[in-house]
């Protein structure tokens, strides 16, 4: 176990629908994370977030966007969904910006299914 | 981010020590080497890193070849449970810096 709580495990939905994915981080970690993996494209950074603000962007789509929140969680809100969007999304988190840290710690998960 | 390769998939025996290579010749100074794993679906675990000295902890060791170009993690004994995708990543330890994946390897240990 991470530490990193992401919610909720599963989701199926349509084409065209709006959803949100949640990630609680480890308790004290400042920045988040998130990841795509999907069947085709492997796994791909999306974006990074440090104390609430935006820090990295990856390939995330216009139809994405994300926020971090001052109690640390994050949320992942994905819109006008397509077929393509279905996939693993992770989130991930690690202590601070200090050189040192090395680590992230990925959370289990949120399978999405567009039908 | 220097690119990585590595061999798609290996076997390895239950119990026996398991060798996975890394070639990464693009690696410049400042970039450190990093093991993840993915076991089925579930979300990529820390493993190892190194700069230029050979590391070992609880999980396995990391041998860094002299010219850093290429590097190999060594699982000991491995288990039925070590049946992962591994990946190799390269980056600068810049605080805060994002993982880029590639494809990885695929371990089968069989009994």
């Known amino acids: 176990d991470s530490g990193v709580t992401q919610t909720p495990k599963h989701l199926i939905t349509a084409t065209g629908q709006r959803v949100t994915l949640r990630c609680s981080p480890r308790s004290g970690d400042l920045s988040v994370y998130w990841y795509q993996q999907s069947l085709d494209q492997g796994l791909q950074f999306l974006i990074q977030y440090y104390n609430g603000e935006e820090r990295a962007k990856g390939n995330i789509l216009e139809r994405f966007s994300a926020q971090q929140f001052p109690d640390l969680h994050s949320e992942l809100n994905l819109s006008s969904l397509e077929l393509g969007d279905s996939a693993l999304y992770f989130c991930?988190?690690?202590?601070?910006?200090?050189?040192?840290?090395?680590?992230?710690?990925f959370g289990p998960g949120t399978r999405l299914t567009v039908t | 981010d220097a690119k990585t390769t590595q061999p798609t998939s290996m076997d390895c025996a239950e119990g026996r020590a398991a060798n996975l290579p890394c070639n990464h010749s693009t690696i410049s100074g400042n970039e450190y080497v990093y093991w993840y794993r993915q076991i089925h679906s579930q979300g990529p675990q820390y493993i190892i890193h190194g700069l230029k000295n050979n590391e070992t902890n609880e999980m396995a060791s990391l041998i860094i070849t002299e010219d850093r170009k290429s590097s190999t993690l060594i699982l000991p004994h491995a288990t039925l449970r070590d049946t992962a995708v591994y990946y190799c990543?390269?980056?600068?330890?810049?605080?805060?810096?994002?993982?880029?994946f590639g494809g990885g390897t695929r371990v089968l240990v069989k009994p």
């Open positions: 990543i390269v980056r600068v330890a810049e605080a805060g810096n994002k993982l880029t």
């Open positions: 991930a988190s690690s202590p601070s910006l200090r050189r040192e840290i090395h680590e992230q710690y």
